[in-house]
T-cell receptor, first 111, second 118 residues
Framework: SQQGEEDPQALSIQEGENATMNCSYK?????LQWYRQNSGRGLVHLIL?????REKHSGRLRVTLDTSKKSSSLLITASRAADTASYFC???????????FGDGTTLTVKP | GAVVSQHPSWVICKSGTSVKIECRSL??????MFWYRQFPKQSLMLMAT?????????EQGVEKDKFLINHASLTLSTLTVTSAHPEDSSFYIC??????????????FGPGTRLTVT
């Protein structure tokens, strides 16, 4: 079974609004990564956050990690129509080990 | 950044035939590569871990005789779907573990191969 669960499964917002997606996992991790996938395409790596980190930023993206709650969130600020995609979290329990993916959140940003 | 390619990007084959998918790390060496499968509107499911020079490690429920993996060099891993059936139709994605950056090993994903078995 998948390590991670994401919510919401689907999110629809207007351009300019913020989008928040959450990911929960079950076992201890070394790091957690967020990926984006456009329909029918491969994955684009967004951010990697290590287990000893609590927050990371990259442009309009903000990722938090709460290892006590085994959860992470991805915030996209000032969303654009081009942000429409599926977003997945993936956990690794070793630094270079396999990634286990969450179920994903489908984000639709309406222009 | 590091680039991983896959070939072919899409393939249609007849039931009962075999299909080989290649995964290459273009500008780095990867001792470890992973193969994932993704069905429509679902997440990625890990099929196997491919280690250069040794046998692949398959996840529970994945038939190793049906999905043959060969990691013969540090830049190439291949997945062969043998005796393909329509239920094998899926999006197959590989990833390669890149060199460490700031102490972390990122996984770089290929663009995926869409397999349709008729």
């Amino acid at each position: 079974s998948q390590q991670g669960e994401e919510d919401p499964q689907a999110l629809s917002i207007q351009e300019g609004e913020n989008a928040t997606m959450n990911c929960s996992y079950k076992t201890s991790i070394n790091n957690l990564q967020w990926y984006r996938q456009n329909s029918g395409r491969g994955l684009v790596h967004l951010i990697l956050i290590r287990s000893n980190e609590r927050e990371k930023h990259s442009g309009r993206l903000r990722v938090t990690l709460d290892t006590s709650k085994k959860s992470s969130s991805l915030l996209i600020t000032a969303s654009r129509a081009a942000d429409t995609a599926s977003y997945f979290c993936a956990t690794r329990n070793t630094n270079a080990g396999k990634s286990t993916f969450g179920d994903g959140t489908t984000l639709t940003v309406k222009p | 950044g590091a680039v991983v390619s896959q070939h072919p990007s899409w393939v249609i084959c007849k039931s009962g035939t075999s299909v080989k998918i290649e995964c290459r790390s273009l500008d780095f060496q990867a001792t470890t590569m992973f193969w994932y499968r993704q069905f429509p509107k679902q997440s990625l499911m890990l099929m196997a871990t491919s280690n250069e020079g040794s046998k692949a490690t398959y996840e529970q429920g994945v038939e190793k005789d049906k999905f043959l993996i060969n990691h013969a060099s540090l830049t190439l891993s291949t997945l062969t779907v043998t005796s393909a059936h329509p239920e094998d139709s899926s999006f197959y994605i590989c990833s390669a573990v890149g060199p460490p950056t700031s102490g972390s090993y990122e996984q770089y994903f290929g663009p995926g191969t869409r397999l349709t078995v008729t």
